[in-house]
């Protein structure tokens, strides 16, 4: 097993869509950085997870950063540059490509992909910013309170490689450094009488109050043939399942009709009527 060493100013240990804006900023000010990701795709959510930016109704008008209305114009450019739209679309400034209605910029994550490359292409380019996929953290050094260096493998041939670096930025998507580097860390709904916010839980705080994990998938539609499997294990139970939840989409977990409580306004309870659909 080879053993490699790096030094740098910054080490990212994560490519997700975090982690990338992190890498852009960095070397936007002269840092030396390497950015890590465990798989072969950076972007995180937007890329290998699938899910579509999820973002404010006023997303075109306001409360963007320069950075983040960058990349909605380059996927919007990509679109228009290589895919062969009519005239309308091209002449739309917020074009919707998957004409979703969950995000004002519904895109494919191949496109994501290529345009977050797009994005951090000069840094490469002049040597401030290494990407180093299929890299997973396995051990931390660290002096005091602060992490210093971080051991990886390549899960695609099982070597080694160390990298140090001045500043660790932890852009996993589930913290992963927390655990190796025995870090302090709180997690749950925190309470009012630790941080003094007034939305934060009255009474004891809540460590298991946390969000749920969100599974995305692609899915088709084949009228050859049944695909029916034998029913799994456990499938009655959480086909059946209501979770606790405070939420206006509280009910079962599983249930393929389920309309947006949110979308029934008069408007769109008249779409539902006409296309049983939201707009």
Known sequence: MKQKELK?????VGGSLGGCAAAIAATSLGKKVVMTEETDWIGGQLTS???????????????CTRLYRRFRNLVRDYYKRYYPLN????????????????????HEPKVALAVLYQMMAYAETRGD?????????ISVETKADQIEAVTFIQTVNGETETVAADFVLDA?????????????????????????????VPGESQPDNVQGLTWCLAMGYNPEGSHVIDE???????RDYVPDLL?????????????????LNSQNANALSTRGEPK
């Open 172 to 200: 996993t998507e589930i913290g992963d450094l927390l655990s190796l580097g025995r870090v302090e860390y709180a997690s749950g709904a925190e309470s009012q009488a630790e941080t003094g916010e007034p939305h934060a």
């Open 49 to 63: 997870q699938a899910v579509l930016p999820d973002e404010h109704r006023w997303i075109e008008s306001f409360g």
């Open 232 to 238: 799994l294990e456990g499938y009655q139970k959480w």
């Open 8 to 12: 740098v100013d910054i080490l990212i």
């Open 129 to 137: 910013l290494q990407i180093h996929l299929d890299r997973k953290p």
């Open 247 to 263: 939420s206006s989409l509280a009910g079962k977990d599983v249930k393929l009709d389920l309309q947006r409580p949110d979308h």
């Open 87 to 106: 005239p309308t679309a091209v002449a739309n400034p917020h074009l919707n490509p998957g004409q979703g209605n969950v995000s004002r910029l519904c």
